[in-house]
């Protein structure tokens, strides 16, 4: 089983959907949690990150449900400048000389893309 | 600009070259990052560099060599790489407490 698996896609949008990626995560011992975005070759850039409470920005929102090891990414009203690979990001953490670091684990990316 | 600079862009080499590829950080961050992304594949992460110690080695092996000489330099060397070792290589920095990570632009390495 894949540490963190994604539906690859590639979903094709109009302008104006709503659209949704799903992402699950196999260790339970996972910290924390994100939404990264890559646009063709491009490094990664945050879009936010996920708690469980469920949090906003914007057209964005990002879910997380620990129980079912699930996360999600909602985005409302697609641009076509949202076309890009969006990665579903988990966090086991590390620890070492008093203090923390990250131990990142990346989903293969869903690929959208939104148009006219 | 992320404050994450890589140096080369693009690099280009033959399996029995000796190269050295740089990231350094302007952030002040307390960590450094590197990662390997394939065609295909995930982001795998490579080497973790916490307070200027290595703390992570994820089975890379011996023909990548990291090197941290401060907190804001990384450096890694490649000899006798092989052409599956071709692949975006991409240096990060975060600062304890926050998780969030910092990604340079990245080295496009293609060894022929």
């Known amino acids: 089983r894949k540490e963190v698996e994604q539906d690859p896609g590639p979903f094709n949008v109009p302008e104006g959907a709503t659209v949704a990626f799903n992402c699950t995560y196999s260790?339970?011992?996972?910290?924390?949690f994100f939404w990264y975005r890559q646009d063709c070759r491009k490094e990664p850039k945050l879009l936010m990150s996920v708690y469980s409470s469920g949090n906003e920005d914007g057209r964005f929102t990002a879910q997380l449900n620990r129980a079912s090891q699930y996360i999600s990414l909602l985005i409302r009203d697609s641009k076509l400048s949202d076309s890009a690979t969006y990665l579903c990001v988990v966090n086991l953490g590390g620890w070492a000389g008093g203090t923390s670091y990250g131990k990142l684990t990346f989903g293969q990316g869903t690929i959208l893309t939104v148009h006219p | 600009e992320t404050g994450v600079t890589q140096t080369p862009r693009h690099l280009v080499m033959g399996m029995t070259n000796k190269k050295s590829l740089k990231c350094e950080q302007h952030l002040g961050h307390n960590a450094m990052y590197w990662y390997k992304q394939s065609a295909k594949k995930p982001l795998e992460l490579m080497f973790v560099?916490?307070?200027?110690?290595?703390?992570e080695n994820n089975s890379v092996p011996s023909r990548f060599s990291p090197e941290c000489p401060n907190s804001s330099h990384l450096f890694l060397h490649l000899h006798t790489l092989q052409p599956e070792d071709s692949a975006l290589y991409l240096c990060?920095?975060?600062?304890?407490?926050?998780?969030?990570?910092?990604f340079g632009a990245g080295t496009r390495l293609s060894v022929l």
């Open positions: 560099y916490s307070l200027e110690e290595r703390v």
């Open positions: 990060a920095s975060s600062q304890y407490p926050s998780d969030i990570q910092y």
């Open positions: 260790n339970s011992a996972s910290q924390s």
